[in-house]
Structure formats: C-alpha cells, structure tokens
C-alpha cells in the first residue's frame, strides 16, 4: 500500500462549484498534514497544513482531517478558473517528522 | 526578494556528461532538500540536509551527490547523466521545529534534459 494515495484524477467542476479533493495515508501516528498547490510549469506552495482532527477554514479553502480513518481533504468553495492546478497532498513518513512523503496529485480544471 | 532559487533553471546536456544544479535560500532556514519530480509528476524526496548535516540520503544512485557549503546553499552534482534522469528537480528549504514538521518552500525547479 502506497504511504500517501490521492485519486488521481482528473477532476473538472464548474465554475463556482465545491471541488473536493481526498487523500489516505497508512501511517496511523502521522500528526501533520499538508496540501500543496502546483500549476503547470511550476513549483508546489503550500495552501493549508492541519494537525488536529476536525475542519480548518482558510478563505475559500477547508482542510479536513479524521485520524481515525486515516483520511485528510481538501474542500474548495467557489471554485475558479485560478484554481485550476494539480494539488498535492503530503505527510511525514513513519518514522520521520523532518521529510515529506507526497501522493501522485490530483488535477483539478475548473471551467468556466 | 527570492526565497529560494535555483541555477539554472533549464539543462539540455547529453548522456555521460556531469552537470551540477545550485540551491540558495534567503529564509534563515536550516534544513534543505532536493526532490525529483518525474513526467507523471510524482514529486520524490533524494536528500536533505540540516546544518550542512546530510539526513536524508533516499535510494538514489550514488551518481547523485549533494554537497551543502553551508546552510543556505545546497547543491547537486550529478555524474554519468542517464535519459532516466531527465526530470524537474526541485529544492526546497525549512525551519526545523522540534516535534512538528515544518512547511517546506520550494525553488522554482530545474528542468534536466538528456538527449
């Protein structure tokens, strides 16, 4: 089993729509969890991190975690052509709070 | 006011020729890492270093060396060049916080050729 899974997607929702974005991970003693951003030709930046269970609000952006079953997502409000890129999701392998193990991405396109 | 750059930032060399690629940071980090990120676009960790310190070092042939002067640079060097190593390499920098993992902010990326 992959550390880190995300669907892969692609993902397309219209423009104004709620775009839901999964990711699991295998290791049940992870405590940080990222979501990255990467349009194309570019480098990853970090949207939201989260540490505890539950929901976590950033604008238009929502991160939410549930230890229990090992899931983390990504909820965007409002959606807009400007979000559409691949979003990357990453937690610290078993073992190691100092790297990053990311899932293979989900591509998201928003239309207008 | 770039936090982390990268030189350069396009590389077109041929097989067996050795390149380098330069990371700098300007965020006062003191852990730097390089990934490689392949045409699928999964974004794989190769190594890091704290303090100049080497702490990661992932399954990576050892025709990949890192070398990191001090804490704000850390370069790559990479001998023998293969076609399996044309990919974007990305470094990228953060602040150690004991117990927590810190975000990590990423350079611009290098993108390898191998013809």
């Known amino acids: 089993q992959k550390e880190v899974e995300q669907n892969s997607g692609p993902l397309s929702v219209p423009e104004g729509a709620i775009a839901s974005l999964n990711c699991t991970y295998s290791d049940r003693v992870s405590q940080s969890f990222f979501w990255y951003r990467q349009y194309s030709g570019k480098s990853p930046e970090l949207i939201m991190s989260?540490?505890?269970?539950g929901d976590k609000e950033d604008g238009r952006f929502t991160a939410q975690l549930n230890k229990a079953s090992q899931y983390v997502s990504l909820l965007i409000r409002d959606s807009q052509p400007s979000d559409s890129a691949t979003y990357l999701c990453?937690?610290?392998?078993?073992?190691?709070?100092?790297?990053?193990?990311f899932g293979s991405g989900t591509q998201l396109t928003v239309l207008p | 006011d770039t936090a982390v750059s990268q030189t350069p930032k396009y590389l077109v060399t041929q097989m067996g020729n050795d390149k380098s690629i330069k990371c700098e940071q300007n965020l006062g980090h003191d852990t730097m890492y390089w990934y490689k990120q392949d045409s699928k676009k999964f974004l794989k960790i190769m190594f890091s270093?704290?303090?100049?310190?080497?702490?990661i070092n992932e399954t990576v042939p050892n025709r990949f060396s890192p070398k990191s002067p001090d804490k704000a640079h850390l370069n790559l060097h990479i001998n023998s060049l293969e076609l399996g190593d044309s990919a974007v390499y990305f470094c990228?920098?953060?602040?150690?916080?004991?117990?927590?993992?810190?975000?990590?902010?990423f350079g611009p990326g290098t993108r390898l050729t191998v013809l």
């Open positions: 990453a937690v610290p392998p078993s073992g190691s709070a100092r790297q990053l193990t």
């Open positions: 270093y704290n303090n100049k310190e080497l702490i």
């Open positions: 989260i540490y505890s269970n």
């Open positions: 990228a920098s953060s602040q150690w916080d004991r117990g927590r993992t810190d975000t990590q902010y």
